[in-house]
Structures are given as C-alpha cells and as structure tokens.
C-alpha cells in the first residue's frame, strides 16, 4: 500500500523540551510532521500515545502515512531565537521518505540559516539529507550545526528485517563519509542498537567519523512501566529471528559495556542514554 501524504497548517512549530531530550541540554525540539513513513518497527513514538499533537490515527497506523506542517519555515521564522539548542526531531525523521515529494525541510532550513539558534542538531537515518547539503553548508558557516545519523547494525539483512523503508547500511556510512566531507559535523549514533556484530559496528563507526560515538539499544518496559519504549512489533521479529536477548537489559549492558571498552582503547568518548546525546549539545 502506498504512503499516505498529507499537508496542513501547524499552530506553533518549536516545543519546549522535556525528559530524555531536555536531560541532553536542549531547549527546544522541532517537528516538521506528524508520523512518520519510514515506519521502523521498533519506533518508540506511537508507544507514547497522544503526545507531541500526534492523533489517535498516527498512533494505530503508525508509518502508513504522515502529515506534513505546510507552515513550518514561516512559523519558524518567527520563532527562532540567537540562545537556542533545537533538537529535530524527537517524533519522526524531517528527511523521511514523504520529504522528497513535499519538501518542507528547504523552508525549515532556510529560516534557521537566516536566524541560527544557538545549536541547531538534525537527527535522521536517510541519505535524503544529502538532497540539502547547500543548505546546511549556509547554516554551518553562521552557527553551531551538528547531524546525528542513525547507523542501527552492521547486517543489512537485519537492516531489512526491522526497518525495510531505511537505506542499507552501506549508504548510510557512505552519506555520513559525504557530510563530513563537506564539513558537516557529523555524528555516528548507534541507536537503536539493533541485532549487530557489536565489534565490528563500533568499528566502521569510529573509522567513519571523528566525534564521540552516540549509542543506545532497544528500549524495554523491564524497569519502566510508563513512557517511551520499543514497540511489540520490533519484539515480535526478534522472537521470530531467535534474537529476543537483544532485548534483555543484562544483554544489552554487557554489550554496551564491551563497546564502551573497546571505545575507550581507541582513545573515543563513547555513552549512551542522555550522556551520549549531551555529546551533540556541547560548546
């Protein structure tokens, strides 16, 4: 079934942070859509509820269609101000697969090079943020820009298992080896860590990149009754695939523990948690 593509205006498009993003040292999220159609199986978002002006509708088919803030750079470009840390965006990737026929990240991108924040931080998985490097090259020169790409495994084929609308995992280090290039502050963020070769991912993430590595795994409602967490459906192909341990706490902090180590002995700040996203906040 195709995606769903809708458009319409916003009432405000800055949110002040709070929780797991404030702890990170942001003031202000931004969201330039509601649901997103990357649709990962494991997506925390639809697990909140209504939250963040996401509907009934975005939550129960979550990642078969997403609707676009038609007055996103307008609404923007009233809002921006020199002091603040903007994190976008906590509720879907702005360079979902949708973006490419709409196009709201160019005006979005343009307010923020005509009135920078004091940090501006684009958290995506897509390739599709290469479509604005000018853009982000013009907001590079006038404030702090960072980009948070999202590199979950080293193993395409559990690529293709959990998030199939997500680029492979060839392209994704091929697109963060191009922002840097260019000049783009570029961060490999391990997060989600789905099933990997933990070693080797750490790896190709260190020798990609210069910055501390950015890590989280999977999410579990063991020890957090309310909240964000990975959604039954990334559960239910983990059992399928015989990978359920990935979402064992004491597995995960093994494996966490080991990349930490393995981090260290590079001579590479590695964290995970709020820690970790503090990384794309300091000065």
């Not at 039954?232 to 706490?249: F, N």
């Amino acid at each position: 079934m195709p995606f769903q593509i809708y458009s319409e205006p916003a009432r405000s498009i800055l949110t002040r942070t709070s929780g797991f993003i404030a702890e990170a040292g942001f003031t202000h999220s931004l969201t330039p859509a509601r649901n997103c159609t990357f649709g990962c199986s494991y997506c925390y978002v639809p697990t909140m509820g209504i939250y963040g002006g996401l509907r009934p509708h975005d939550v129960t088919h979550w990642g078969q269609s997403t609707t676009f803030k038609s007055n996103a750079a307008r609404l923007l470009a009233r809002a921006l101000k020199p002091d603040q840390m903007i994190y976008c965006s906590p509720l879907v990737d702005p360079f979902q697969p949708a973006e490419s026929d709409v196009g709201v990240m160019g005006g979005v991108l343009e307010a923020v090079a005509l009135r920078p924040p004091d940090i501006f931080v684009l958290q995506t998985r897509s390739a599709r943020v290469l479509e604005y490097l000018e853009a982000l090259k013009a907001i590079a020169s006038r404030t702090r820009l960072r980009v948070s790409f999202s590199i979950t495994t080293d193993d395409d084929a559990i690529r293709r298992a959990y998030e199939p609308h997500c680029d492979p995992v060839e392209r994704r280090f091929e697109t963060v080896r191009e922002l840097i290039a260019n000049n783009i502050d570029t961060f490999a963020t391990l997060a989600p860590l789905l099933p990997c070769d933990p070693d080797r991912l750490l790896d190709r993430a260190i020798d990609a990149t210069r910055n501390p590595i950015i890590c989280d795994p999977l999410h579990t409602r063991v020890g957090k009754p309310r909240g964000a967490t990975t959604r039954p459906a990334a559960a239910l192909i983990s059992e399928r695939l015989g990978l359920s341990h990935w979402h064992d706490p004491e597995f995960q902090r093994f494996t966490v523990e080991r990349m930490s180590s393995r981090a260290a002995a590079a001579n590479r700040r590695f964290a995970t948690g709020p820690a970790a996203f503090r990384f794309l906040t300091e000065r």
